[in-house]
T-cell receptor, first 114, second 109 residues
Framework: DAGVTQSPTHLIKTRGQQVTLRCSPK?????VSWYQQALGQGPQFIFQ???????QRGNFPDRFSGHQFPNYSSELNVNALLLGDSALYLC?????????????FGPGTRLTVT | GQSLEQPSEVTAVEGAIVQINCTYQ??????LSWYQQHDGGAPTFLSY????GLEETGRFSSFLSRSDSYGYLLLQELQMKDSASYFC??????????FGAGTRLFVKA
């Protein structure tokens, strides 16, 4: 049973550039959420996708956008990167939109912006 | 606003019992979840309380009091491998999950 996978594992980008992070949910899951986790902090909710639509967004600017594909995989795009965007980006999936109290997380993508 | 408060650090010895508290202030509260995260790893789900009372899963138990907006995670028979960060999280209406800042648990021999 495949768990949540994310790619790439690590990424180094320059200020102003754009980045795309990818996530495949756990088998049988159709809902994907994205989180940003700074060092020593809890995950911060970016947005959740269900049925290929963004269902809710956290307090993140429009530079952060996403997409969900028919196979439930998802992408997180960040434009005009800032130094403050350096963080661990986590993808989490759950069985359906009603069960987000139990999320399964991927290993994350460590983004460094220089 | 919506917020969760938990202690930043807790230290305990192997074999002991430790309690990690979490108080929350949210709108549209549905339930309280707990996650464990080892350094360099991903958060893993531990437990969920939707109703008042104690939920037990092996060495871990979780408690919720909705009237007090309070919950805790209880870890028994502590092992060195329990050294990690523990997060409480709430599903606070809609599809948004809010996490606390986390409690770092240090287990000493």
């Amino acid at each position: 049973d495949a768990g949540v996978t994310q790619s790439p594992t690590h990424l180094i980008k320059t200020r102003g550039q754009q980045v795309t992070l990818r996530c495949s949910p756990k088998s049988g899951h159709d809902t994907v959420s994205w989180y940003q986790q700074a060092l020593g902090q809890g995950p911060q909710f970016i947005f959740q996708y269900y049925e290929e639509e963004e269902r809710q967004r956290g307090n993140f600017p429009d530079r952060f956008s996403g997409h969900q594909f028919p196979n439930y995989s998802s992408e997180l795009n960040v434009n005009a990167l800032l130094l403050g965007d350096s963080a661990l980006y986590l993808c989490a999936s759950n069985k359906d939109y009603t069960s987000s109290y139990e999320q399964y997380f991927g290993p994350g993508t460590r983004l460094t912006v220089t | 606003g919506q917020s969760l408060e938990q202690p930043s650090e807790v230290t305990a010895v192997e074999g002991a019992i430790v309690q990690i508290n979490c108080t929350y202030q949210t709108s549209g509260f549905y339930g309280l979840s707990w996650y464990q995260q080892h350094d360099g790893g991903a958060p893993t789900f531990l437990s969920y309380n939707a109703l008042d009372g104690l939920e037990e899963t092996g060495r871990f138990s979780s408690f919720l009091s909705r009237s007090d907006s309070y919950g805790y995670l209880l870890l028994q028979e502590l092992q060195m491998k329990d050294s990690a960060s523990y997060f409480c999280a709430v599903k606070a209406g809609g599809f948004k999950t809010i996490f606390g800042a986390g409690t770092r648990l240090f287990v000493k021999a």
